[in-house]
């Protein structure tokens, strides 16, 4: 199963015809009307380039892609602090 940076039926198109079995899509459906997020959220995830994003949680083995702020520049800068352990 794929999954990761898949938004549209390209993506779908393209991990099929590399050998993924089926796809896995989240971020898409984000901005779906029948999402219950706040809409300022769905307007900045609309309006975000690749580049307004920061993964943390590998260290963890979760990865997880975020929208860079305050908060996600803090916890990606402290997830390989040697003081922390898992």
């Known amino acids: 199963i794929a999954a990761g940076g898949i938004a549209d039926g ?9 050998g993924a079995q089926g796809v896995q899509l989240g971020t898409r459906f984000l901005v779906a009307k029948e999402c219950t997020i706040h809409q300022n ?18 260290r ?14 803090s916890l990606a800068s402290r997830e390989y602090d040697t003081g922390i352990t898992n």
Do not use: C, W
């Open 60 to 73: 963890l083995g979760h990865p997880v892609r975020q929208l860079k702020n305050e908060f996600s520049r």
């Open 10 to 18: 390209r993506g779908v198109a393209a991990a099929l015809m590399l």
């Open 41 to 58: 959220y769905k307007d900045k995830v609309i309006a975000a380039k690749d580049s307004d994003t920061i993964t943390t949680g590998r």
